[in-house]
C-alpha cells in the first residue's frame, strides 16, 4: 500500500484538467454488455475502479480493450455469473445486473461491496426489475436473477434517502430491451444518469426525459454498438475547486462543466470563494476577502452532493466561526472527522450533523483514509496544514481520483507517494 507524504502551506497555482466520471465511466462500462457490438468509451478516467470493472466484464466473457484514456468492449458471447471476489470489491458492480437480466434472461451476482460509508442496499434496484418480470433470490452470497421476458411498466424508485442512482441506471439499461414501454417515477436526475442514457441512445435505444424525474423507455428489439466521451468527474471539479480555497490559490479547472457544479458553487460563493465560468473552464480563487462560514446540507442532485461534503469540511476548518454540516445521504459519512481532530480541528457530531468551529491552524500529522472521500479531505487538510502530514491507505483515493498527486504537483504542490509502512516501523 501507498501513503502521500505532503508539505503544506504553499498556494497552488495552475490549470488542471479535468478527467471523466468515475460515477459515469462503470455503468456505461456495464452497458456494453447489452450488445454483441464493440462499444468504445472515450475519456475515462485511470483508477482502479475502471480496472476491476474491466475484469468483471472479462469474468462474463466480454472482451476487454484499454488504450490510453479509451475503452473498447465486446459481449460477443457472454454468461451470467461473474467473480464472485471481483464483484463484492465495489459498490458499482451491482450495475451489471439489468444489462444481464436485459440481454440473457438471468443473473448471478455477488452482493457489492464498496466503501463502508453506511447502508447501501440494493432492495430498490430488486424492486424495479421485479417489476419488470425479473425474479430473485439470494443465496450463498449471491443475487439470483431469471426471467423469461421483461414487460414495461410503471416504477417506482423513491427511497428513504432520494432516488438511486445505479438503481435507475440499472432498470433503464434493462428496459431498453423489454417489451412495450417502462416509466421510471422518482428517477434520479444526476448527470452520471443523463450521460448512460445519451450512450444507450446512440446504442439505438429509445429513452426521453433523463435528467428528469420520471423517464420513459420503449423497448427495442437489439442494441448495436456505439461510440462515446465520458463526461467531466464534477466530484474531482469540485474536490480542486476547494485545493484552490484552503491553499489560499487560484486554479484553472479545465473542461469541467461547471452547470455541473451549482450547488457546490453557491455555497463557495457564499463564503467568499471566487468562481468565474470561462465556457468550460472555471477559475476558482480564494480571493482577497475575509470567508464566511456556511451551514451545509447533503442531499440528491441537484443538491449539494455528499461526495463533497468532506471536502466542503475542511474548507470551515479554515474560515473562524462556526459552521453546521448535515449529512442526509448516508449515516456513516462523518469517518475522516477523528482523523482531521489529529490535525487540531475541533469538530463535535451531534446525530447526523457536525458542528466545526473553525478558525484554528491546523498542523501536520499521520493520518488514515476510511473511503474515497475522506481520502481526498484529508490531503486537502495536509495541504493546509502546517508542517507535513502523512495520509495513509491512499489506496482509496486511486479508487475515484485520476493520478490526484500528479496533478497536484503540476499546481505547486509538495505531495509525493511514499511505501504506506506499518507504525511499528
Do not use: W
Request: hydrophobic content about 40%.
Amino acid at each position: 500500500m501507498d501513503a502521500f507524504l505532503i508539505k503544506g502551506g504553499r498556494p497552488l497555482h495552475g490549470d488542471v484538467s479535468i478527467s471523466g466520471s468515475k460515477n459515469a465511466t462503470l455503468p456505461l462500462m456495464a452497458a456494453a454488455l447489452l450488445t454483441s457490438e464493440p462499444c468504445t468509451i472515450r475519456r475515462i478516467p485511470n483508477l482502479s475502479d475502471v480496472q476491476f470493472m474491466g475484469e468483471i466484464l472479462k469474468s462474463l466473457g466480454a472482451e476487454v480493450t484499454f488504450e490510453g484514456d479509451s475503452v473498447t468492449i465486446r459481449a460477443r458471447k457472454i454468461h451470467e455469473v461473474g467473480k464472485y471476489d471481483l464483484i463484492r470489491k465495489m459498490r458499482a458492480s451491482i450495475c451489471i445486473l439489468g444489462p444481464l437480466m436485459g440481454r440473457l434472461g438471468r443473473a448471478r451476482v455477488s452482493l457489492p461491496g464498496g466503501c463502508v460509508i453506511g447502508a447501501r442496499p440494493i432492495d430498490l434496484h430488486l424492486k424495479g426489475l421485479r417489476a419488470l418480470g425479473a425474479r430473485f433470490t439470494v443465496r450463498a452470497g449471491y443475487v439470483l436473477g431469471e426471467t423469461k421476458r421483461l414487460v414495461g411498466t410503471e416504477v417506482f424508485l423513491g427511497g428513504r434517502v432520494g432516488p438511486t442512482v445505479l438503481g435507475t441506471v440499472n432498470i433503464m439499461m434493462a428496459a431498453t430491451l423489454a417489451e412495450g414501454t417502462t416509466l421510471i417515477e422518482s428517477a434520479a436526475c444526476e448527470p452520471e444518469v443523463i450521460d448512460v442514457a445519451n450512450f444507450l441512445i446512440a446504442m439505438g435505444a429509445k429513452i426521453q426525459g433523463a435528467g428528469g424525474p420520471t423517464i420513459t423507455i420503449t423497448g427495442v428489439k437489439k442494441l448495436h454498438g456505439a461510440q462515446h466521451d465520458v463526461i467531466p468527474d464534477r466530484i474531482e471539479a469540485a474536490t480542486f475547486a476547494i485545493a484552490a480555497a484552503v491553499t489560499r490559490g487560484e486554479i484553472t479547472l479545465k473542461n469541467c462543466r461547471p452547470d455541473h457544479l451549482g450547488a457546490v458553487l453557491d455555497k463557495l460563493r457564499e463564503t467568499g470563494v471566487k468562481a468565474e465560468r470561462r465556457g468550460p473552464d472555471l477559475v476558482v480563487s480564494h480571493g482577497r476577502t475575509r470567508l464566511r462560514p456556511v451551514d451545509i446540507t447533503t442531499q440528491p442532485y441537484a443538491g449539494f452532493p455528499t461526495d463533497v461534503q468532506a471536502q466542503m469540511m475542511v474548507l470551515m476548518l479554515l474560515v473562524p466561526g462556526i459552521s453546521v454540516i448535515t449529512e442526509r445521504i448516508f449515516e456513516a459519512r462523518f469517518m475522516h472527522v477523528p482523523e482531521l481532530c489529529r490535525l487540531g480541528a475541533e469538530i463535535s457530531i451531534e446525530g447526523p450533523s457536525a458542528i466545526v468551529k473553525g478558525g484554528r491552524p491546523l498542523s501536520g500529522a499521520q493520518i488514515m483514509a476510511s473511503d474515497l472521500r475522506a481520502s481526498a479531505a484529508l490531503v486537502l487538510a495536509g495541504l493546509a496544514a502546517e508542517g507535513s502530514t502523512t495520509v495513509k491507505r491512499v489506496y482509496h483515493l486511486d479508487r475515484g481520483y485520476d493520478r490526484m498527486d500528479e496533478k497536484l504537483r503540476t499546481l505547486g504542490a509538495r505531495i509525493e507517494r511514499v511505501p504506506d509502512r506499518p507504525e511499528s516501523e
